[in-house]
């Protein structure tokens, strides 16, 4: 019995050792024989990968411990790390908001570090060395499909971060410069990347500048003595840290232009978000208006006009250690005055420092002499420049009494002088309204309805115009039909005559020729200017009633045609303000044979001689028997 058992013990344990055998101790040659020349299935895999690699000497099966027999299955898991980087596997419990083991997105061992050619992080060939990181990170963080299923609103981190000054260095070979690891990693290892909404990580608000610190250590010492370090290390969430004013991937170089720090962009870029916000200006007590006051003052005025040696605020106030002036370690302490402004103004004395005005405007708005010649001045302008405009408007009077008493030809009928001259008040208020939509922080549009409620009168106006215009466009299209408005509409339709004629100016114009054309009733320019009002009407108030009635609209013509409408509304708006200002106030103003002005606008007739000079063929004797056999008064 006792033989029977030690034999069975012996067989036991023989059998045992031959299943290990079998489950654990082949070579690297038995895997090679199926990982080799398979064209990418299954894996093809070259041992000579790991020569020089950090696990040069391993085996397979030292990173693949969990295969138990040959061939072994299609899908294995991933291989063991922590069997040698216990520590590693310990602190990496999370990437990001993803947590190991429960997000399927968060990145493994191989995707970070490879898998067979592993190099140790200082070497120029890793996939975390620092020159490589933006590449490997990038493979998830610049993957939009990725980006756009775990919701990361930041789409191009690693293309911004590439354009900055730390992702220049890096591609450049610079290996101290900031690298993704740099800035994310917490407790300086990279296997515990945090969101910002935790307390430790390293691009949590709080924690900025001590991230920055690492590499900028003098400068976080600044920054942290400064008001706005101060608040922040307090929980106050609207003061700014480094990020704030440099941005966080694409921190561009001080003399960049782009940069939100540079000379040029600094005061309205950066500063000027909080200390032109009501609210922190509330919160906090400080003084409104420092921007336009700087911009409008001697230093800014340089400054955007392209001096990027001007001051600026930084220069006066620091960039870093920004210090509010009762604090007497302040760059603008009534004691350091002297100081800062001598760094650009020789000679300072500390006397003429300490009454120099800051943020004042060149117009002078200050106390003493330069209040007094200020007033001065304002007086002289008044009364110089207002005797210069009463002069000219009563000569311009003048001049057209001296149009108007001469010999004259009715042009308009009393009719078509008040239809002309809604079309005249609507279009302009109606021009004025619009654009004032368009450019309302323009200082005519803030002039006219910056007031409480001024947006909704406004559009009340614009519509009301359009109604207005709408109108008078009925009344025409009744006078149209009237004995004279079908001469009127004849006399108006473009011919052949016309096209011959604009050529024919054309050639007069420029001294081919020295015959000038012979315009009838109405030239080629009344012509266009006519047939255009009918298209831009219609097409202003198509386009306005869609945008007017947008909800009731929409349902049958889509968004996108409503936005089409909407350019269209925009820019026939341009062509026919600029074609009134051009075309028409040249034909009825600005020609010398007609200023100081055509007044048939006014009064319904023109001067003879200036009719004769434009329409020459409009008194030829078929013309003048062809409206008295219509049995119509009229001279033209």
Not at 347 to 356: D, I, P, R, V
Not at 400 to 419: G, H, S, T, W, Y
Request: charged share 20%; aromatic share 8%.
């Amino acid at each position: 019995m006792r033989y029977r058992l030690t034999l069975l013990l012996v067989l036991m344990a023989l059998a045992l050792g031959v299943t290990t055998t079998f489950a654990r101790d082949w070579p690297d040659a038995v895997c090679t024989d199926c990982h080799t020349d398979t064209g990418g299935r299954p894996a093809e895999v070259d041992l000579a990968m790991l020569e020089g690699s950090v696990h040069e000497g391993l085996s397979c099966q030292d990173c693949h411990a969990d295969i138990d027999r040959i061939p072994h299955a299609r899908t294995l898991p991933d291989p063991v790390c922590n069997d040698c980087h216990d520590d590693a596997a310990e602190i990496y419990v999370q990437h990001g908001r993803g947590i190991v083991g429960e997000s399927p997105y968060v990145p493994t061992c191989q995707e970070c570090h490879g898998s067979h050619h592993i190099l140790p992080p200082n070497d120029p060939r890793s996939m975390v060395h620092a020159s490589n990181l933006p590449a490997t990170c990038g493979s998830c963080h610049e993957d939009q499909e990725f980006l756009a299923r775990l919701d990361i609103k930041f789409k191009h981190p690693i293309e911004v971060y590439q354009q900055g000054v730390h992702g220049e260095a890096t591609a450049g070979g610079k290996d101290t410069a900031a690298s993704c690891n740099d800035c994310h990693s917490t407790g300086g290892t990279a296997h515990r990347i945090l969101p910002p909404g935790h307390v430790e990580s390293t691009i949590n608000f709080f924690n900025i500048s001590a991230t920055c610190g690492k590499c900028h250590s003098i400068i976080r010492s600044e920054f942290e003595d400064g008001i706005h370090g101060q608040l922040v290390s307090r929980g106050e969430v609207d003061a700014p840290t480094c990020t704030q004013c440099h941005g966080e991937h694409g921190i561009l170089a001080i003399d960049d232009p782009r940069s939100p720090v540079s000379p040029f962009r600094v005061a309205e870029a950066t500063c000027s978000p909080c200390h032109d916000s009501a609210k922190l200006n509330e919160k906090y007590d400080l003084p409104s208006g420092r921007l336009q006051s700087y911009v409008d003052s001697y230093h800014g005025l340089k400054s955007r006009a392209g001096d990027k040696t001007v001051a600026n605020c930084s220069s006066c106030h620091e960039a870093h250690m920004v210090l509010p002036s009762s604090d007497p370690r302040s760059s603008v302490a009534p004691g350091n005055l002297v100081n800062t402004c001598g760094a650009c103004h020789t000679g300072m004395s500390a006397e003429k420092a300490s009454k120099t005005k800051i943020h004042e405007p060149v117009s002078g708005t200050a106390e003493g002499w330069p209040y007094y010649v200020r007033t001065i001045y304002l007086i002289m302008i008044l009364l110089i420049i207002g005797g210069m405009v009463v002069y000219c408007f009563l000569d311009w009077l003048r001049q057209v009494r001296n149009v108007l008493r001469k010999r004259q030809v009715r042009r308009m009928e009393a009719d078509e002088v008040v239809q002309h001259t809604l079309l005249a008040i609507s279009f302009t208020v109606l021009v004025i309204t619009g654009f004032s939509l368009r450019f309302y922080d323009a200082w005519w549009a803030r002039m006219i309805f910056s007031h409480e409620g001024g947006a909704q009168l406004r559009g009340l106006i614009h519509r009301a115009s359009a109604i207005v215009m709408v109108l008078g466009s009925f009344w025409h299209l009744g006078y149209l039909m009237t004995v004279k408005g079908r001469i009127f509409l004849k006399d108006m339709a473009p011919n052949w005559t016309d096209a011959k004629q604009v050529w024919g100016m054309f050639m007069y114009n420029l001294g081919r020729t020295d015959e000038h054309p012979q315009m009838r009733r109405f030239s080629f320019v009344e012509k266009a200017e006519y047939w255009a009002l009918i298209w831009g009407t219609v097409v202003m108030v198509i386009t306005g009633t869609a945008m007017w009635f947008e909800k009731a609209i929409i349902p049958y013509i889509g968004k996108g045609a409503l936005e089409v409408f909407l350019v269209i509304h925009y820019y026939e708006a341009w062509l026919a303000m600029l074609a009134i200002l051009i075309w028409h106030m040249y034909g009825v103003v600005f020609n010398p044979h007609v200023y100081p002005m055509n007044p048939s606008w006014l009064t319904g007739k023109m001067p003879q001689e200036m009719f004769e000079t434009e329409h020459p063929a409009a008194k030829s004797p078929g013309n003048v028997d062809k409206v008295k056999r219509l049995g119509l008064e009229r001279d033209v």
